[in-house]
């Protein structure tokens, strides 16, 4: 009975997607049917690829195409499947794609070159892949690459448009600490502090990587006392799950209980 149910729903569905008029119509009714079993998963990959033969200009699942492949690890099949998403529809899914190579192959010369074409194809207002400003993304890529001036011009970029349109406490907190990570690595270590304080401010002061930093601070300082109630306050915060961390990938600068715990010992 189960098997003839499934039979007879598979039928009707293919009525459907036959009485529809267009190549879009029909590819959308696939896609929206693939996009119900789990992402990566292999009937979606095959529904997900079937709609993408229907219409190979319909960018949202060319692009999905290509989500499955980066988090299965294939790089030699989602960088052709992203480029033709990208060359379907640039405005959408060049700012996308420079978010992969950002954080899934900290690639970020080639991410920063993405961010910044995207800014060229948006002139009146500034693009926001995956939620945030293309100036966040590229003060973390140039973060990376380890040129603090650019980034901490790019964080204080984005700080200040929210600030400006939105207010202080809409600026993504992470903001805060990766500028302060900017700051002490260039030994600018009162500016990396107002930087870190900002980051606790806004996370009801549970931060183990803003509280780490200021560890370093301190000890820095000949601070021992701080230094050593920071890094008590960074582990405890840590052990609760208050830490900078990415679904999928290791995000940039994380730290790990043997990082507090290597402060910690050198502290006594």
Not at 99 to 127: C, Q, S
Not at 160 to 183: M, P
Request: glycine share 4%; proline share 3%; with cysteine.
């Amino acid at each position: 009975m189960e098997r003839l149910l499934k039979l007879f729903l598979s039928m009707v569905c293919m009525v459907f997607i036959m009485s529809c008029d267009s190549d879009r119509e029909r590819a959308e009714t696939v896609y929206k049917r693939a996009i119900h079993y789990p992402q990566g998963s292999m009937m979606s990959i095959n529904g997900i690829k079937r709609a993408t033969e229907i219409d190979s200009t319909y960018d949202e699942a060319v692009r999905e195409l290509s989500v499955a492949y980066l988090k299965r690890g294939l790089p030699h099949k989602w960088k052709p499947q992203i480029n033709k998403a990208v060359n379907c529809a640039p405005s959408i899914w060049q700012g996308y794609r420079g978010y992969n190579y950002l954080w899934f192959y900290r690639d970020y010369k080639k991410a920063i070159a993405d961010f910044d074409a995207t800014d060229t194809l948006t002139p009146n207002f500034i693009d926001a892949p995956q939620g945030h400003s293309v100036d966040y993304w590229r003060g973390i890529c140039y973060l990376g690459l380890k040129d603090y001036e650019n980034s901490i011009a790019y964080f204080d970029k984005y700080i200040n448009t929210e600030i400006e349109e939105s207010g202080e406490d809409w600026v993504e907190v992470t903001a805060f600490l990766y500028r302060g990570i900017a700051y002490f690595e260039t030994g600018q270590y009162e500016e990396a502090l107002l930087n870190f304080n900002k980051q606790l401010q806004y996370s009801r002061d549970l931060s183990a990587d803003a509280k780490y930093y200021k560890s370093q601070i301190f000890k820095i300082q000949n601070k021992t006392e701080e230094a050593k109630t920071q890094i008590e306050e960074a582990i405890n915060d840590y052990r609760i799950g208050y830490y900078n961390n990415r679904p999928y990938v290791e995000t940039l600068r994380q730290i790990y209980p043997e990082d507090l715990q290597a402060l910690k010992e050198e502290l006594n």
